[in-house]
């Protein structure tokens, strides 16, 4: 029987597994179920990457962890989510150019789909901040933030308030960013235990040392990574494109008199807005403007976001699944605690995204890996 081999690969803020928090194990649960339902083989890899690092470095890694572990010749399918989507796309592009030993070009013509997942395809402006100082902090603070919550289920309500004054930016006004990030980062290490606290600390050391792609994922930039890639003919290219709703009264109400889920929720508006600024043109194709209609009732407009990139830069390649969730709930990490293990939100953003709108869209990435 032929063996499938499905490689999974993170974003950014992304780690395969980090101090027994593992980035996409939903998701890999998912795709085994769908494979298994139809009677397939399958091994799925979740890749080890460089958080921060280039995409060509990002890339590298992701062709040796293919090289070591894709024995045989059966089919492997790429499915890279937010930046991660960027190093699939590089790794199958014919003649690439990237800093390994490994020969890819054998690799890549086993390469039967690349599902990209929130993916700044155009760039996302929220990049061009996190490349300031300002931003280097801002992300370094996001990052440990999403690993507390996806650890314990909730950040503490003070860290939540010191993330709202490292974005609103009090903390520099008032000459206390050194003094905040000191005690954000007391506070959530001590509940991390000496071995995995090293472990996490060494992970966030790269974010510190190498953020090279941060410069590479501003819209100009990522203008040149679009000019010097291109799509393998043999290779079937989709894209899952998310969208998070707008403030509303609807969502405020839903939140009721719980303080958490109010101060988290500003977190998440606050990056949206950020998101959201210096709005650019994006180019669709007529099918793709007939898709998103037809999921969301119009096409979103330029400002539309999940929280990390805009909804119009994520699309490439044919849409196989278009969703109302932000950046991090189509990988799981969206709120359902009566799962085993549970589903723990990144921030509460509103988006309503459920059990069942994950597994509609794990079996739409499915289908479309599969489709002959």
């Not at 085994?32 to 995409?55: M, N, Y």
Request: hydrophobic share 40%; proline share 5%; aromatic share 10%.
């Amino acid at each position: 029987m032929t063996r499938h081999y499905v490689y999974l690969v993170p974003g950014f803020f992304g780690f395969s597994n980090l101090g027994g928090i593992t980035y996409f194990h939903h998701v890999h649960q998912a795709l085994k179920a769908e494979f298994e339902e139809r009677g397939l083989e399958v091994e799925i890899e979740a890749v080890s990457t460089l958080p921060t690092g280039s995409i060509r470095r990002r890339t590298a890694k992701l062709v040796e962890q293919v090289y070591r572990t894709a024995r045989g010749d059966g089919p492997i399918h790429l499915v890279g989510h937010s930046t991660g989507g960027l190093d699939t796309r590089l790794m199958v592009t014919p003649s690439v150019d990237i800093p390994s030993e490994v020969d890819v070009e054998p690799l890549a013509e086993r390469v039967r789909s690349v599902v990209t997942v929130a993916t700044p395809h155009l760039g996302t402006p929220i990049a061009g901040l996190f490349n300031s100082l300002f931003g280097q902090n801002l992300l370094w603070a996001l990052s440990l933030g999403t690993i507390y919550t996806l650890r314990f289920g909730r950040l503490p309500l003070r860290a939540l308030f010191e993330i709202i004054g490292l974005v609103t930016r009090i903390d520099r006004r008032l000459g206390l960013e050194s003094s905040i990030l000191e005690q954000f980062y007391r506070e959530l290490f001590s509940d991390f235990g000496t071995e995995r606290g090293a472990e996490i600390n060494d992970f966030l050391g790269h974010i510190r040392k190498d953020r090279s792609v941060i410069g590479q994922l501003t819209p100009g930039s990522i203008d040149l990574f679009n000019a010097s890639t291109a799509d393998r003919p043999s290779v079937r290219y989709g894209s899952v494109v998310t969208r998070a709703a707008g403030i509303s009264l609807k969502t405020a109400a839903s939140l009721k008199f719980d303080i958490y889920s109010h101060t988290s929720h500003v977190v998440f508006r606050l990056l949206q807005g950020l998101t959201a600024r210096n709005g650019h043109f994006f180019d669709l194709h007529p099918e793709q403007e007939g898709r998103l209609a037809e999921c969301y009732g119009d096409v979103p407009g330029c400002h539309s976001n999940d929280g990390v990139v805009p909804t119009l830069a994520q699309t490439w390649g044919e849409l196989v699944h278009v969703t109302q969730a932000d950046h991090l709930d189509v990988c799981g990490h969206f709120r359902d605690p009566s799962h085993d293990p549970p589903h723990v939100d990144w921030f509460i953003s509103g988006s309503g995204f459920s059990r069942d709108d994950f597994e509609e869209l794990w079996g739409d990435v499915s289908r479309f890996m599969l489709r002959e």
